[in-house]
């Protein structure tokens, strides 16, 4: 994989972290508990899928993309 469009999935998917944070803060409004956790709990899968299936192989294939080190 090219190393530029492997940048450009990083940064998108980064991005989205912005509008998960969003819906978090709508989700922390519910406030019926058991629908409250259902949504916390998929917003979360979704953050996890996006680093363990998006971020984390590519920068296994492109480790100089990491931005944490």
């Known amino acids: 994989m ?5 940048k450009s999935i ?3 998917s980064i991005s989205i972290d912005t509008i998960l944070g969003q ?3 709508c989700i922390e409004k519910i406030s019926d ?3 409250k ?3 916390y709990k998929s917003a979360n ?3 996890g899928y996006i680093a363990r299936d998006i971020i984390f192989p590519l ?3 492109h ?3 990491n931005t944490e080190s």
């Open 2 to 6: 090219e190393k530029d469009v492997a």
């Open 10 to 12: 990083i940064e998108l």
């Open 23 to 25: 819906m978090f803060e």
């Open 33 to 35: 508990e058991k629908i």
């Open 37 to 39: 956790f259902a949504l």
């Open 45 to 47: 899968d979704l953050m």
């Open 59 to 61: 920068i296994e294939i």
């Open 63 to 65: 480790p100089e993309l």
